[in-house]
């Protein structure tokens, strides 16, 4: 087998085992089901416009995040990163979205219907935490200035508040809500889960 023909196999070895999503079910948060629209009024997807383009609307859905103000979302700062191939070892880096690259839409469950309640904004700037390292993944977290502030009389659209404040004791339930995925493979589901 010549080198470059080494090469192709390496590239299509690591591609499979990037796509590979070794039999799980991984349409929803382990342990969760269908979220309801009163539980998730916070909840915004990410979308990455180049794919919203090609694809259609909701399937350039990126990451989730959580509305804590009219004009901030909290997120995962992984989220602001996207992964850019190469043909040179290890045939990938991570490099920061552009702003243009990336929009935020919230009010609506179904994550590839628009409703009337459906609000997308563009982003104005964001913020990764100083100490965050893709390596190891500590402090992953980022805020998102929106380009226009959220309308607060929609009814599907609520920031969580009070986070600074409240205190939540060791050992209370909590739930939690995404559109989630943990492989490429199979397609996210179209509303959070819970």
């Not at 009163?38 to 990126?62: K, P, V």
């Not at 920061?96 to 994550?111: A, C, K, P, S």
Request: aromatic residues 8%.
């Amino acid at each position: 087998m010549s080198f470059n023909s080494q090469y192709i196999v390496v590239i299509v070895l690591f591609l499979s085992a990037f796509n590979s999503s070794e039999g799980k079910d991984l349409t929803k948060i382990y342990g969760g089901g269908p979220a309801l629209q009163n539980e998730t009024l916070h909840q915004i997807s990410i979308r990455i416009i180049e794919n919203e383009e090609a694809d259609g609307f909701g399937e350039g859905h990126n990451c989730g995040g959580t509305l804590i103000s009219p004009l901030i979302v909290l997120t995962a700062a992984h989220c602001m990163y996207k992964r850019v191939f190469s043909l040179i070892p290890p045939f990938y880096k991570f490099e920061e979205y552009e702003l243009d690259e990336l929009y935020i839409v919230m009010g609506t469950l179904n994550r590839t219907e628009r409703t009337n309640n459906t609000i997308v904004r563009a982003t104005a700037a964001w913020k990764i935490h100083e100490n965050y390292d893709r390596e190891d993944m500590p402090f992953d977290i980022a805020l998102i200035k929106l380009n226009e502030s959220v309308p607060l009389d929609i009814p599907t659209i609520r920031p969580l508040t009070n986070l600074a404040s409240t205190r939540v004791a060791a050992g209370t339930n909590c739930k939690v809500s995404g559109w989630e995925h943990i492989s490429r493979t199979p397609s996210i589901s179209r509303r959070p889960n819970c």
